[in-house]
């Protein structure tokens, strides 16, 4: 437990224990019902702003790239909730690869990977927090143009989400955007907490491939020389070897876990993610050069959406290559230096490693970087298309 409550997962520790999502923590269940309430409070003006549309198009493809994400949220809250068993076993397995892993090189390399991870937690976490601040922000453009650019009476404020309260929101402009702003940052908090430990049980799997790479390009070294093999040799590095496929097992393991827990919640997210960002590009294309403002705001959503695209894209390709570099590390050891035994165990962790340790949307899309090429020329497409129908 203090692996979590201290050092390289601390600032993950700390998002779950507040979100009640953390599987150690008994007194959890008030913070699961404010987080709850939160986050309906977050989602249910904006279905009623949808509700209320009387099928205006226009209102409905405002609400709908912000929603989204709102959406998204959910389903990532409850992915974790409701997979709370999955979560703890994959924790579990942390605590105990850290305990197995003992050696020095070993315990370096693990920490490597865990620093790595954790920069890139704080970096996504400021991303996230930085984008939300200023998407609030872009509320308070009319007093800004109000300055640069005046006119002979101040400009409306508007709420950052097109929403239904049933109340005055020019008279309650500032009550409902404080509401708005705390919901907003709860919600979001749940976005990093989940997204941020996805990529601490990759990173970590990572790490013990890594590992396992290491072990099998270097456990032959002392065997250099050896002509003739004793039983007690033969033995002691036949164990090794073992020793290492077991952990890559575990590691196997491990990422279908990953795979299994997140696949089809990520698939879900996926077609929110590509539908929100298409209707943002052709909200752009609409309301380029008339509403600053909301350009901003959907250029935010698109930015921001891509973001998350090519970090789950990021984590999938580094979880395919350090499990298909198995064989590379395999086959750098000295194996021409150990008797066919050895050999032959060594050829079924090779062949093991062949087939590669996805992170996949439903089984249909592979987070990989080149997958994420297409959807950059998809969207790119949809974008130049949108821009010729309406002739800018």
Request: with cysteine; net charge negative.
């Amino acid at each position: 437990m203090d692996i979590f409550e201290s050092g390289f997962y601390k600032c993950n520790y700390r998002f779950l224990s507040f979100l009640g999502l953390w599987p150690y923590d008994k007194s959890r269940l008030y913070r699961i019902y404010l987080v709850n309430i939160m986050l309906l409070s977050f989602n249910l003006p904006q279905f009623l702003r949808l509700f209320t549309s009387k099928e205006d198009i226009d209102v409905i493809l405002k609400v709908i790239p912000v929603w989204g994400i709102s959406v998204n949220t959910v389903i990532k809250y409850y992915t974790y909730h409701l997979g709370l068993c999955n979560m703890k076993t994959l924790l579990n397995d942390i605590i105990i690869d850290w305990k197995i892993w003992n050696t020095e090189k070993e315990v370096e390399i693990m920490k490597m990977y865990a620093k790595e991870g954790r920069f890139y937690i704080l970096m996504y976490t400021g991303y996230v927090y930085f984008t939300s601040i200023v998407f609030f922000s872009i509320a308070f453009v009319p007093r800004l143009m109000d300055v640069i650019q005046p006119l002979n009476e101040s400009r409306p404020l508007k709420l950052p989400i097109l929403c239904e309260y049933f109340l005055d929101q020019d008279e309650h402009f500032y009550l409902l955007y404080f509401h708005l702003l705390i919901s907003l940052l709860i919600t979001v908090t749940a976005l990093i907490a989940v997204d941020t430990q996805l990529m601490i049980f990759t990173f970590h799997v990572c790490s013990v491939f890594a590992v396992v790479g290491y072990r099998l390009e270097n456990f032959l070294k002392d065997a250099y020389g050896i002509e003739n093999w004793t039983n007690d040799q033969c033995k002691k590095y036949t164990e090794n070897l073992v020793f290492s496929i077991k952990g890559h097992k575990r590691a196997i393991e491990f990422a279908n876990c990953i795979e299994s827990t997140f696949s089809y919640s990520l698939l879900i997210q996926c077609g929110v993610n590509i539908t929100c960002m298409t209707i943002s590009l052709y909200q752009i294309t609409n309301e380029w050069g008339e509403e600053l403002p909301e350009v901003l705001r959907y250029a935010t959503f698109i930015v921001a959406q891509l973001f998350h695209i090519f970090y789950t894209c990021y984590v999938g390709q580094m979880m395919i290559d350090h499990s298909v570099n198995i064989s590379e590390k395999a086959y750098n050891s000295m194996w021409y230096e150990a008797p066919k035994e050895i050999n032959k165990l060594l050829l079924l962790i090779m062949k093991k490693s062949i087939e590669p340790s996805n992170l996949t949307a439903g089984k249909i899309f592979i987070f990989c970087i080149e997958n994420l090429t297409h959807v950059d020329i998809i969207l790119y497409g949809t974008f130049v298309s949108t821009l010729i129908e309406s002739d800018l």
